[in-house]
């Protein structure tokens, strides 16, 4: 493309450039949220983040006139390659993400190079755009501009997803994001499925346990890879990631926010909820990802007793054996139902929002409709034959 150089990141430098493009692109939109920048470093660092031990990559920058304009990374998960075809991922499939750019050209620029890369790799298709695998930011948004999202999901420039579909790419699964008031009581027919929860004494609604902090996050990841296996997108959690991100959560967890429901005394669903830090570090944290030394202190202090503070569910899961039962609803509901109480009478919250979910995923969507929540945000994901 004329003018437009794109090129490996080599070194730190070049990767600090990387990182800090998405501050500068961004830094006039008043609903992008900047993360953590020591936060975005770790991320594309191997050795810090354990996604890269199961996985090939290279990250690009594009430069105009010696200036850097945008970024990708393109990556290939061995475990994504494990997984059956059907399910989305599959032998021949790379992923690019991250994705950054002044301009359509540019955009297009890196687009051209993550493909040459990826089929340089042996592969044949590519699911786009994965920042970096379907567990942390996968997607590009598509709808819910005119407000922030909320933590551990990305806000992009409103064109990003036009120039990709100007390439030819075609869209395999919309993402969703369902925002409901929680200050109200949800319908009557919902109070009635939980009273008789309650009343049954094979049910057990726990608070997740501090103290065996572990423990307990292995319970959850187990449940989920168990619950998430068959469903599309899914890779599997390796240990290394479980220690990593309940390493990165345990700030966040609150035990009445995060519930886990047993049957007979086996865990066999969970529920997260966590407070939104997007709206602390949107005020606190700089538009350079670097807040002042108050800034980070008040983040600190508000970490450890959140107030006014909306929630997220980014994730739940009942195990494979009793998704499509009576039961597994019933669970769902007591769990919502529970942690609503409790983010209310605690922690202020007015504002709660779940997801992302699948908009062909049947199960969580009725759940989602059942409580009156509203679709808030969409993102799409997109395939192309290499």
Known sequence: MSGVTVTPVAGKRDLGAFVDLAYRLNAGDRNWVPNLRSEEIEKFTPGKNPFFAHARWKLFLARRDGRVVGRISAHIDKLALAQPPEQGMGPGTGNWGALEAEDEQVARALIAVAEEWLRAQGMNRVLAPMNLSVWEEPGVQTLGFDHSPMLMMAHHNPRYHEWIEALGYETVKTLRTYDLDVTSEFPPLIGRIVSSGEKNARIKVRKVELANFDAEAAIICDILNDAWSDNWGFVPFTPEEIAYTAKKLKPLVHPDLIRIAEYDGEPVAFMMTLPDLNQPQKRLNGRNGKPSVLGLLKLLLWLRKPRNADMRVPLMGVRKHLQ?????????????????????????????????????????????????????REYRIYARPL
């Open 324 to 376: 499509s039962s009576r039961l597994a609803s019933q669970l769902a509901f007591m769990m919502i139902e529970y942690i609503r109480r409790a983010a209310t009478t605690r922690y202020g919250a007015r504002r709660g929002e779940i997801g992302w979910i699948l908009e062909d995923n049947q199960g969580m969507v009725a759940i989602a409709d059942a409580i009156d929540s509203k679709v808030n």
